[in-house]
């Protein structure tokens, strides 16, 4: 059988492709479950945090979790983060093993709450179809690190 080139581009592009996505895939933390909603957390080393970056536009949200410093931000892991449904029901509650939380959620508003330290920023999500949110939290540099 012969092939022309449109046919083979098809194919040569549908292997890259699935060879890209294995390369992010085995990177990835393993996806958790909690009742209906699916997440990820993680982004520690170069190759996780790259992998997820890839994959943060697959996912209804992407959380960037950070904390100001003297001379900018830097990441942070270990963050109770909350998500409830307009009817209050929590449909995600976890701590970040990282510094990106990438979460999967049916469109619709939600409130999330994150602590850190003792700190609760909250944000209130409205999520679109088909629109990933991309999310950067900061939290204030800590009073105790400041210079007097």
């Given at each position: ?123 209130n999500l409205n999520l679109q179809e088909g629109a ?15 210079n007097n």
């Amino acid at each position: 059988m012969k092939m022309n080139t449109v046919q083979l581009t098809i194919v040569l592009a549908g292997i890259f492709s699935t060879l890209s996505f294995a390369e992010i895939s085995s990177s990835l933390p393993p996806v958790k479950s909690q009742g209906q909603t699916q997440f990820i957390s993680g982004g520690i080393g170069k190759d996780e945090s790259e992998a997820m970056l890839k994959a943060r536009s697959a996912w209804s949200l992407a959380l960037e979790l950070t904390q100001a410093t003297g001379s900018g931000a830097e990441y942070i892991s270990d963050v109770q983060i909350t998500i409830k449904d307009k009817l209050g029901n929590t449909v995600l509650d976890t701590i970040a093993e990282g510094p990106y939380l990438l979460v999967n959620l049916s469109p619709g508003k939600y409130s999330l709450d994150a602590t850190y330290q003792s700190a609760t920023l909250h944000r209130n999500l409205n999520l679109q179809e088909g629109a990933a949110k991309k999310m950067t939290l900061i939290w204030p540099e800590p009073k105790n690190t400041k210079n007097n």
